[in-house]
């Protein structure tokens, strides 16, 4: 495979960010200098950057666009989570007063709380560069080999979906992280090469959903490892008037408040449905967004009166009437749904043990008397009989 660094560097109204695209493998160590010309990933991303400035009616262009709009770039601008945002910030700020590299941080949670923006907030407080890339891109020990070796003094490496790393590539970040070289072999059999490379000082930051699937090694290395949790529906409220603000679009306390209830606590489902309530409101009314607009938009995406999406209920009542409400193991939950189990433990089960409606028991998920009274179902008398065991 030839090696290649897709890159695109973009500044912001200040000039100040800097954000480097490192989603291709990076060159690996043979041929890791300056890169001349620009490579085919390079041109890749000059296009898109073209067609974003020139197709804004674009859906996807207009959906990109607006995702990284509605970013908050500074902390302060970064609603909820106060105990992170101010532990992080004063390591932040520390750093910056010693003129040092900040020591490297782990952020782990469900998907969409804003472990990215966080991120990219932080690497702008540095002033530094962010390098973006993510577990799966690292596939090859030459991969990361490459993006270590091009990184320089205090830039952010983002590594999304950390917990994805193979575990060839997460050796070479150990000695990375913890004294900044990196050791590698040239070469086979009798001209087998032990290289020492150093590095220049950075900042690794590691997301991730699933803290727990991280090795005790790597876990180590994050002096520092926050948890983001569920925003309060007050938060979300903030977040969706912020939001409507930057979108143009006219909504009230009200209707905020309504979208924000049913956004499962989550910033991302929050403008999500904010853009889905907007269409709604230009199509069938004056563009205006109040409680009654907000509610009969979010009824036709088929999200409930709690936030709950077709998916989740789909999860909720295969547990409750398929299994009587369980135990039920996961697998097999994944398969009657036919839905990839990731996703179910990743993005659906989360929030529902959040609000009590399923409890996971050593053996296997549980249906509770408020997941089963929120179905409209009562516990034991719906569903088949017989097939509430672990499968
Ligand atoms: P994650 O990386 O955890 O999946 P992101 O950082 O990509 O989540 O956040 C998803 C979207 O939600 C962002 O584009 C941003 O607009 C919004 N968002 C996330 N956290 C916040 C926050 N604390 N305040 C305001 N908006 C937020």
Do not use: W
């Not at 929050?270 to 853009?275: A, G, Q, T, V």
Request: overall charge negative; aromatic content about 6%.
């Amino acid at each position: 495979m030839a090696s290649g660094t897709k890159k695109q560097e973009k500044a912001d109204e200040n000039g100040r960010e800097r954000i480097v695209q490192a989603t291709t493998p990076a060159p690996g160590p043979e041929n890791s200098g300056d890169d001349a010309g620009m490579t085919a990933g390079e041109q890749a991303q000059e296009e898109r950057a073209r067609q974003l400035a020139e197709n804004p009616a674009d859906p996807v262009v207009a959906e990109e666009r607006m995702a990284r709009d509605l970013r908050p770039r500074h902390f302060r601008d970064y609603v909820g989570q106060k105990a992170v945002v101010d532990s992080i910030s004063i390591a932040v700020l520390a750093a910056r007063k010693r003129g040092d590299t900040l020591d490297h941080a782990l952020f782990h949670g469900p998907p969409g709380l804003g472990k990215t923006t966080i991120a990219h907030i932080i690497a702008r407080e540095l002033d530094s560069t962010l390098v973006h890339t993510s577990g799966p891109a690292l596939e090859r020990p030459a991969d990361v080999v490459g993006l270590l070796s091009n990184l320089k003094t205090g830039d952010v490496l983002f590594i999304d979906e950390i917990h994805r790393l193979s575990h060839a590539v997460e050796e070479y970040l150990y000695s990375a992280m913890e004294d900044f070289r990196i050791d590698f072999m040239t070469g086979s059999g009798a001209f087998a090469k032990s290289i020492n490379l150093p590095l220049q000082p950075f900042t690794l930051i590691g997301s991730t959903t699933r803290a727990g699937m991280l090795s005790a090694p790597l876990r180590e290395r994050f002096g520092l490892s926050y948890h983001l949790d569920f925003y309060s529906t007050e938060e979300l409220t903030q977040i969706v008037t912020r939001s409507a603000g930057i979108l143009d679009v006219d909504i009230d306390s009200e209707g905020a408040f309504e979208i924000a209830r049913r956004s499962r606590g989550t910033p991302r489902i929050s403008n999500r449905l904010l853009r889905r309530v907007r269409d709604y409101a230009e199509v069938r009314h004056t563009g205006a967004v109040d409680k009654s607009v907000a509610s009969e938009a979010l009824g036709i995406e088929g999200v409930d009166s709690l936030g709950l999406d077709r998916l989740d209920r789909l999860y909720l009542t295969t547990l409750s009437k398929n299994y009587q409400g369980g135990p039920a193991g996961i697998q097999a939950l994944a398969a009657t749904i036919n839905e990839d189990q990731q996703t179910l433990e990743d993005v659906v089960e989360p929030f529902l043990l959040k609000i009590g409606f399923i409890v996971r028991t050593p053996q296997g998920r549980r249906t509770t008397p408020e997941g089963f009274e929120h179905l409209g179902l009562q516990p034991g008398l719906d569903g088949p009989a017989g097939q509430g065991t672990l499968l």
